[in-house]
T-cell receptor, first 113, second 109 residues
Framework: EAQVTQNPRYLITVTGKKLTVTCSQN?????MSWYRQDPGLGLRQIYY???????DKGDVPEGYKVSRKEKRNFPLILESPSPNQTSLYFC????????????FGQGTRLTVV | ELKVEQNPLFLSMQEGKNYTIYCNYS?????LYWYRQDPGKSLESLFV?????AVKQEGRLMASLDTKARLSTLHITAAVHDLSATYFC?????????FGDGTTLTVKP
C-alpha cells in the first residue's frame, strides 16, 4: 500500500529538548516536504527536498532542520524546541516529474511546554 | 513569491445545490493542487492540474485551471453531506508549495 508514515503521531516535550519526527515513504518519490498547520494560519511549508541530498527552505524554516540521506526518509529535527513550535506537522511526498498526486502522512501533533 | 487566495473561506450549502470555490494565485505556478481535509485528519489529494485549460472530474467534484487568469476553480455538483470538509488549493513553484487558507464546506440536508 502506498503510504507516507510519520512517527510519532503525538508528542509532548519540554522547551529545549531536541527531538526528531520521522517521515518515510514507500513510493520511490523524489519530492518530499514538511508542513505545519496552525489555526488561523493554514498550512505553511517548512522545508522541502527535490531529491537525495537536496533540501531547501520553505516559508517557515526557522528552528527546524532536515536531512535527506536516503530517498525514502525525510526526518524533521527540532534542535531546541520552543512553545511557538507547538503545531500539527505533516510530511508529504510526490513524484516531481508528472501530474501525480501528493501523499500526506497522518500528521504529528507536537506540544512544547 | 507565490501567493494563493481562496474564497469563500466558509460555505454552507444545502444538499442538491451547486457551488464553486475559487483559487486565485499571484504568479506562475508549475502545478495546482486541490486537497480535502476532514476534521482531525490528514490531507487527501483530490486533483493536480498541470496546464492551461486542464479539467479533472471525480464524482461530484470538478476542478479546472486557467493559467492566463491565474485562477483555479473547484465546482461542486449536487452537494451531499459527505462532501462536508475543508478544501485547500495549493500552488507549486520551483519546489516551493503555497497553500490557500482553505474553504470549510458544510452541506446541510
Amino acid at each position: 500500500e502506498a503510504q507516507v508514515t510519520q512517527n510519532p503521531r503525538y508528542l509532548i516535550t519540554v522547551t529545549g529538548k531536541k527531538l526528531t519526527v520521522t517521515c518515510s515513504q514507500n513510493m520511490n518519490h523524489e519530492y518530499m516536504s514538511w508542513y505545519r498547520q496552525d489555526p488561523g494560519l493554514g498550512l505553511r511549508q517548512i522545508y522541502y527536498s527535490m531529491n537525495v541530498e537536496v533540501t531547501d527552505k520553505g516559508d517557515v524554516p526557522e528552528g527546524y532542520k532536515v536531512s535527506r540521506k536516503e530517498k525514502r526518509n525525510f526526518p524533521l529535527i527540532l534542535e531546541s524546541p520552543s512553545p511557538n513550535q507547538t503545531s500539527l506537522y505533516f510530511c508529504a511526498s510526490s513524484d516531481r516529474t508528472g501530474g501525480i498526486e501528493a501523499f500526506f502522512g497522518q500528521g504529528t501533533r507536537l506540544t512544547v511546554v | 513569491e507565490l501567493k494563493v487566495e481562496q474564497n469563500p473561506l466558509f460555505l454552507s450549502m444545502q444538499e442538491g445545490k451547486n457551488y464553486t470555490i475559487y483559487c486565485n494565485y499571484s504568479t506562475t505556478s508549475d502545478r495546482l493542487y486541490w486537497y480535502r481535509q476532514d476534521p482531525g485528519k490528514s490531507l487527501e489529494s483530490l486533483f493536480v492540474l498541470l496546464s492551461n485549460g486542464a479539467v479533472k472530474q471525480e464524482g461530484r467534484l470538478m476542478a479546472s485551471l486557467d493559467t492566463k487568469a491565474r485562477l483555479s476553480t473547484l465546482h461542486i455538483t449536487a452537494a451531499v453531506h459527505d462532501l462536508s470538509a475543508t478544501y485547500f488549493c495549493a500552488g507549486l513553484r520551483s519546489g516551493k508549495s503555497t497553500f490557500g487558507d482553505g474553504t470549510t464546506l458544510t452541506v446541510k440536508p
